[in-house]
Every structure is written in structure tokens, then in C-alpha cells.
Nanobody, 122 residues
Framework: QVKLVESGGGSVQAGGSLRLSCAAA????????MAWFRQAPGKEREGIAF???????STEDSVKGRFAISRDNTKKIMYLEMSNLIPGDTAIYYC????????????????WGQGTQVTVSS
């Protein structure tokens, strides 16, 4: 059974930084993709950063240059380094995993964490 646990959320002022972590356990499928999604109030959940077990990664244009995805294979933790945060980044941030290739669609992911709240004030 896959278990994903996010941590690191909080409240920051615009221009600040946060690092989110996703501790993963029980992922038995290979290859796989792990991703960060976020859902702002009143908006649909959107994928923002993706990392494949083969090493490739990508970020969406909305966060490119400000957010970076990485992982520690030894600790089985995925990170999302967020800098130069803006109020528009306020959302619940979710970690997700799926078998095979990465995908942007929420429906493509089988396994989800519980989410961590990020609030950016102006």
C-alpha cells in the first residue's frame, strides 16, 4: 500500500521561501512518476512539478524559475523548493504518484498524500 505524507507547509510573506517534503513508502511499481499538485480555493487541482523514476523532471510555466523539484533516493523523500512566493501560490499542495510516465491530469494519479497548506500574504 502506497503512503505519501507531505510536510513543510506554512504561512509566509510574498517573496519568501518554503521547502515542501513528501515522504513516500510502499511504491512497488516501476517505473513511476511522482508529482506535486496544488489546489487553490475555488480552483481545480493542477499539476506543477513532475519527477520520473528514470531521472527526468519538469515544472509548469506558472512556477518555472521559482519552484524546483528534487528527491533524495536514500530517504525516499521528494522535495519542492519554492522561492519568490506570491499570493497566487496560496493553495493546498499535494504529492501524488502513478506508474509509468508522468502526466498532468489529476485523474492519472492513483496515490495521493493528504496535502499541506501554503499561505502567502502580500
Amino acid at each position: 500500500q502506497v503512503k505519501l505524507v507531505e510536510s513543510g507547509g506554512g504561512s509566509v510573506q510574498a517573496g519568501g521561501s518554503l521547502r515542501l517534503s513528501c515522504a513516500a513508502a510502499g511504491i512497488s511499481y516501476r517505473p513511476y512518476c511522482m508529482a506535486w499538485f496544488r489546489q487553490a480555493p475555488g480552483k481545480e487541482r493542477e499539476g506543477i512539478a513532475f519527477m520520473h523514476s528514470g531521472g527526468g523532471s519538469s515544472t509548469e510555466d506558472s512556477v518555472k524559475g521559482r519552484f524546483a523539484i528534487s528527491r533524495d533516493n536514500t530517504k525516499k523523500i521528494m522535495y519542492l523548493e519554492m522561492s519568490n512566493l506570491i499570493p497566487g501560490d496560496t493553495a493546498i499542495y499535494y504529492c501524488a504518484a502513478r506508474a509509468d510516465s508522468c502526466a498532468r491530469s489529476v485523474d492519472a494519479y492513483n496515490d495521493w498524500g493528504q496535502g499541506t497548506q501554503v499561505t502567502v500574504s502580500s
